[in-house]
């Protein structure tokens, strides 16, 4: 088991630009996290999906913000327009109902 | 409202040193408490979880109902334990998990 999946690792992108953030979860889980770590600041809870479903959004940003985990294929969150304020480390997790395991995270640079 | 509060960002301590990580919480039922640890250049992971009363790598975690508390211990630190330290709360049935804001453990040889 590869275990929790991300790519990119790093990704720059322009002011105004659309960001694409994959996570592959562990084999057999149906549980997808999305966190944002902000420089100097912990974890913050964004949204929580299982397969076609968003079953929490509460952390979400109204605006430009999305996220979907399709019955095949990875689980996306993408942002439209990207400003610099969305600079951050964007991790996943994945569980299959309880602990929840961390992928390495993707750290987006908005210029 | 669920608040995960870690009043230290960093902690530094001498090998052999104990070491005391504070956590304090805030829910109005029954949380999960857990600790997990990110080391440099790796991924976040679980250390512990107080429903499992389990010691991992020497550190232990009492949940404190009455002081709101989830301190993590260790007698004597080690220079690998120098990392990032997470403490983390969920309420009961599915919750999403609050983390707070990590401390900082650097063990000094």
């Known amino acids: 088991n590869a275990g929790v999946m991300q790519n990119p690792r790093h990704l720059v992108r322009r002011r105004g630009q659309e960001a694409r953030l994959r996570c592959s979860p562990m084999?057999?889980?149906?549980?997808v996290y999305w966190y944002r770590q902000l420089p100097e600041e912990g974890l913050k809870f964004m949204v929580y999906?299982?397969?076609?479903?968003?079953?929490?959004e509460s952390g979400m940003p109204k605006e430009r913000f999305s996220a979907e985990f399709p019955k095949e294929g990875p689980s996306i969150l993408r942002i439209q327009q990207v400003v610099r304020g969305d600079s951050a480390a964007y991790f996943c997790?994945?569980?299959?109902?309880?602990?929840?395991?961390f992928g390495p995270g993707t750290r987006l640079t908005v210029l | 409202a669920q608040r995960v509060t870690q009043p230290e960002k960093l902690l530094s301590v001498f090998k052999g040193a104990p070491v005391e990580l504070k956590c304090n919480y805030s829910y109005s039922g029954s949380p999960e408490l857990f600790w997990y640890v990110q080391y440099s250049r790796q991924r976040l992971q679980l250390l512990l979880r107080?429903?499992s009363r389990e010691s991992i790598k020497g550190f232990t975690a009492d949940l404190n109902k009455g002081e709101t508390s989830f301190h993590l211990k260790k007698p004597f630190a080690q220079e690998e334990d120098s990392a990032m330290y997470y403490c983390a709360l969920r309420g009961g049935g599915y919750q999403k998990v609050t983390f707070g804001t990590g401390t900082k453990l650097q063990v000094i040889p």
């Open positions: 997790a994945s569980s299959a109902g309880t602990d929840e395991f």
């Open positions: 084999k057999g889980h149906s549980h």
């Open positions: 999906l299982q397969k076609e479903n968003i079953i929490d």
């Open positions: 107080h429903i």
